[in-house]
Each structure stands twice: as C-alpha cells, then as structure tokens.
C-alpha cells in the first residue's frame, strides 16, 4: 500500500504574514479531517508567533474549497456527527485573534465559503463560484453559513441563497457585500498578500484590539453568536437521521441526480 504522504496544507511565512494554502487538488480541497487538522495547526503556529500579524487563507487557482468532504460524512448518523468536533474548526478560524484574509480562487462552496467567511476580509478573483450549495445534498450549512449569511445579507437574500443553492459569481458577491475586493485571476494572491502587508505594517495591538471591539459590536455573545452556531450545528446533525441526506450525498458520490422523498 503506498500511503499519501502529501500535505493537504501548505504553510509558509512570508515575513509578517502566514500564507496557509490548501492542497487537496485531486477534492477541489475539500475540507476533510486531515486537512482541517493540517489547517488547525498552522494557525496554532500563526497565533503563537508574535512576528506573523497577518494570514492569508487560500486555495488554488480551480478552488479555495469544494464544501466539507461529503465522502467523509455520507454514511453517517446524527449521533455519528454529532460526536466529531470537526466543525469546530471553522470557529477556530473565526475567533482567530490576528486579521485573517480569504483569497478566493475558483470554488468557494459550501464548508469552503463557510471557511472564507469565517475570515475578516474576502478578497476574490473575477473566476470565483461561490455558494451554499449543501441543500442540494440533502442538508444544509453546519459550519456558520447560515448564521453568517443572515448576519451579512438579511433574511431575504440568505435564504434565496441557502434555499436555492445557487452559484454566486464574485461580481454577484461583491455586490451582495459577500467579498470586500474583485481582482482579475492572475493575481488574486498578490492582491490579497499585499493588502495582508499593509495590515500587518500596522501597529499589532490596536489591530487585534479593532477586531476585538467589531466581532463584539456584532454580538452580545461574543466570539461570534455561539448560540446561533450551536442551534444551526444541531439542526445540521440531525439532517444525518433523514433518507434526503443518504440519498443527496450518495446521488452527489455517484454523479447522479438525487430523489428526495421528504423523509
Ligand atoms: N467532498 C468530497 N469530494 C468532492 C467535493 C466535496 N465537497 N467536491 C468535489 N469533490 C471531488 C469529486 O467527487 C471529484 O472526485 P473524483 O474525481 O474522485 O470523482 C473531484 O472532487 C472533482 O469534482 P467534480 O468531478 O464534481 O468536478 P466538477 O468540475 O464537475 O464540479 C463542483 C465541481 C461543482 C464544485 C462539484 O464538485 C460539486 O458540486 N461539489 C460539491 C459541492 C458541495 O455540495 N459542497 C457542500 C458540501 S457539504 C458541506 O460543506 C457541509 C457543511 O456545511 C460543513
């Protein structure tokens, strides 16, 4: 048996700034345990390091991420999800103490925008798909989607999107407010480095002290609405008891179209 030795993530340092690049190519990094463990500890090392005052989150060209990885959870129970912490993960990012940049290439689906929404600031290349498309699987988003749509859009357009699953292009997404930047393919990581330097050449502690103050303006429950995370991760797992959900993850693994039978 050859084992795949591969890292799912990459991290480097790039003077002040920790650029994290997910390296799943062959999943259109889909966010799998290994890799969210990969990712998990790089940003450890991020807050840990006083030189790094800046991350930047990226993919590929192709796919920041393709969701969570549906061939990881396709076969399981409520009981089954509710027992893994894996989701945990996103909260992680989204309580990260530095500013923390998405740079948004190709697909950011699912577990994937959920991941980029999770950052500060979303910069995007003109080719970015985005969407919560977890509805057509026969569930919906259990890693803050849903709470941080509504948050950011309002109830009409979060629902439109969650509803319907819809790809969102990065115009489309600008105009939303979903993205702060459009920058052409080519240099979407430039961009988004660039714009990492100029915050981290900023004086650290007033920095993370606006991050603080902001998040905590957003919620009464600082970091970032546990209470509505933990409402929408339960309604998450107990989709796992549903046949929709069998039946959408398994029609999506044998690139079929799903029936679902509201059961
Ligand atoms: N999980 C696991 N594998 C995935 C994946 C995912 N989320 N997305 C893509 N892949 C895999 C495909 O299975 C395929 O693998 P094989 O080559 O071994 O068959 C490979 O990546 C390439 O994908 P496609 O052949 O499907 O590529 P495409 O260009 O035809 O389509 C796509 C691209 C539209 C992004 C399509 O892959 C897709 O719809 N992916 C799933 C998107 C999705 O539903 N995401 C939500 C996941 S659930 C979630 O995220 C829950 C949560 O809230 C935490």
């Known amino acids: 048996m050859i084992l795949d030795t591969k890292p799912s993530v990459i991290f480097e340092k790039k003077g002040a700034v920790g650029l994290i690049t997910l390296n799943r190519p062959e999943a259109l990094n889909a966010l799998s345990h290994p890799l969210m463990d990969e990712l998990e500890k790089a940003m450890d090392d991020c807050a840990a390091d006083s030189a790094v005052r800046a991350v930047v989150l990226s993919g590929s060209q192709k ?58 600031l979303r910069i995007a290349s003109e080719t970015a798909v ?50 702060n930047r459009v920058v052409p393919a080519e240099s979407f990581l430039d961009e988004a480095m660039k714009w990492a330097r100029e915050i981290a050449a900023m004086p650290p502690l007033a920095v993370m002290a606006i991050k603080k103050s902001v998040l905590s303006a957003l919620s ?38 799903p029936k679902f039978r509201g059961k």
């Open 130 to 179: 985005l969407g919560q498309p977890e509805i057509l699987i026969g569930v919906m988003p259990g890693a803050g989607g849903t709470v941080r749509l509504a948050r950011l859009l309002g109830r009409a357009k979060a629902l439109e999107i969650l509803w319907t699953g819809k790809k969102i292009s990065a115009r489309e997404a600008l105009e939303l407010g979903i993205i």
């Open 220 to 257: 009464p429950d600082y970091p970032d609405h546990p209470k509505a995370l933990k409402l929408e991760r339960e309604l998450f797992y107990d989709l796992f008891d549903s046949e929709d959900q069998k039946e959408g993850m398994k029609a999506f693994i044998e690139k079929r179209k």
């Open 63 to 120: 796919a920041f991420a393709a969701g969570a990885d549906i061939s990881e959870m396709e076969g399981l129970s409520s009981k089954e999800m509710r027992l893994d912490p894996h989701l945990s993960r996103w909260d992680k990012v989204s309580t990260f103490p530095k500013p923390t940049i998405a740079a948004i290439s190709g697909y950011a689906l699912g577990g994937g925008l959920e991941l980029a929404l999770a950052c500060d």
